[in-house]
């Protein structure tokens, strides 16, 4: 199998693939509904990637070396296919493991089939346990019981889960020990996202971003924690351990401590652009090249090239006047 590297020697092993851009939630950090209103148009569908297309690109992805490839959206399980896709992409040799991000309002109805397709493990978006909170935040109604339930549902069947909690001041930092004690005693992963600058339609303000600092500050108040060993190169939380369990609690810290020298992840939106960076403002249209007359070879030898010429690291220049002023495709389209 072929290794690529980009500009600063980071290999190619993680595809993250977004297999639609609309959602049931409108997370004001993520889709505010001012913007992804009744009226936004969302992608028509034959501007998305169909499951054929989905396969073929991650077959290519494969034989340059990815070996992780995670299903995200917008909200993926509103994709009607999405078991059979899973299914056929745990046919490609060499994939060695397949995940999947979501909001877990749908689980409770499709987790045995997406388990029942070869998915092993999910990410679940949390924000807040307290259901007034956490329904002001995605705007959309469902409780957090419901989430909870479909947590409680995919681990009956048998999927590994960990749950992610974006944490944003004057947001939800309330919620940082509640939410620790809460996933604590379940033996459940989770893990605190600082609140990014993706997309320009968020608001971001490094003002509002709670830091691993400050976080691991609170918990170290009420708990004992000891680091964990990271497990593979461009693994993106670091990860500490509960003192006397086996419990994790894991932080993603693009703002504070940046992890542009080990990326090594390539996402594909929905509508099939490949972007080298979560970050970025432009990608690189496979869509039109996977419905051309090109065989394998040629889209895996143009994958190949992008990658050559990667030179992302935003996180390492965020704080400069050109980064702070770049337009950036939104988190709903690239999938996080």
């Known amino acids: 199998m072929a290794v690529i590297t980009d500009k600063f020697g980071r290999p190619l092993q993680d595809l993250r693939i977004s297999v639609t851009d609309r959602c049931n939630f409108r997370c004001t950090y993520c889709m505010p509904r001012e913007i992804f209103g009744k009226d936004y148009a969302f992608l028509p569908k034959d501007h998305l990637l169909n499951n054929e297309e989905i396969v073929r690109l991650a077959r290519a992805f494969i034989g340059l070396g990815v070996n992780k490839i995670r299903l995200t959206g917008g909200?993926?399980?509103?994709?009607?296919?999405?078991?059979?896709?899973?299914?056929?992409?745990?046919?490609?040799?060499?994939?060695?493991?397949?995940?999947?991000?979501?909001?877990?309002?749908?689980?409770?109805?499709?987790?045995?089939?997406?388990?029942?397709?070869?998915?092993?493990?999910?990410?679940?978006s949390l924000d807040a346990l307290d259901n007034e909170l956490f329904q002001a935040v995605n705007d959309s109604g469902v409780s957090s019981e419901r989430v909870l339930k479909g947590i409680e549902k995919a681990l009956e069947v048998g999927l590994e889960v960990k749950v992610n909690m974006v944490?944003?001041?004057?947001?939800?930092?309330?919620?940082?020990?509640?939410?620790?004690?809460?996933?604590?005693?379940?033996?459940?992963?989770?893990?605190?996202?600082?609140?990014?600058?993706?997309?320009?339609?968020?608001?971001?303000?490094?003002?509002?971003?709670?830091t691993k600092k400050e976080i691991i500050q609170q918990l170290s108040e009420q708990f004992e924690l000891e680091p964990v060993d990271p497990m593979y190169l461009g693994e993106v939380a670091k990860r500490y351990r509960y003192v006397g369990t086996n419990t994790e609690v894991g932080f993603i810290t693009s703002i504070s401590e940046s992890f542009c020298s080990t990326c090594t992840r390539a996402?594909?939106?929905?509508?099939?652009?490949?972007?080298?960076?979560?970050?970025?403002?432009?990608?690189?249209?496979?869509?039109?090249?996977?419905?051309?007359?090109?065989?394998?070879?040629?889209?895996?030898?143009?994958?190949?090239?992008?990658?050559?010429?990667?030179?992302?690291?935003?996180?390492?220049?965020r704080m400069e006047i050109s980064a702070k002023n770049k337009e950036k495709i939104e988190m709903s389209y690239i999938g996080g």
């Open 75 to 124: 909200e993926p399980l509103l994709r009607r296919d999405l078991p059979q896709l899973i299914e056929s992409l745990n046919t490609i040799e060499g994939l060695e493991d397949i995940a999947l991000t979501t909001n877990a309002s749908l689980l409770p109805n499709k987790a045995e089939a997406i388990k029942a397709a070869g998915l092993t493990r999910i990410n679940v």
């Open 267 to 317: 996402r594909i939106a929905a509508d099939g652009k490949l972007y080298t960076c979560l970050f970025a403002s432009s990608g690189f249209d496979l869509r039109k090249l996977v419905r051309s007359e090109a065989n394998d070879e040629k889209i895996k030898e143009t994958v190949a090239s992008i990658w050559n010429e990667r030179g992302d690291r935003y996180s390492d220049e």
């Open 167 to 210: 944490v944003k001041k004057g947001m939800n930092e309330s919620e940082i020990i509640p939410m620790a004690k809460y996933f604590k005693d379940k033996g459940i992963t989770l893990r605190y996202i600082e609140f990014m600058d993706v997309g320009t339609t968020n608001g971001w303000d490094f003002s509002k971003v709670v």
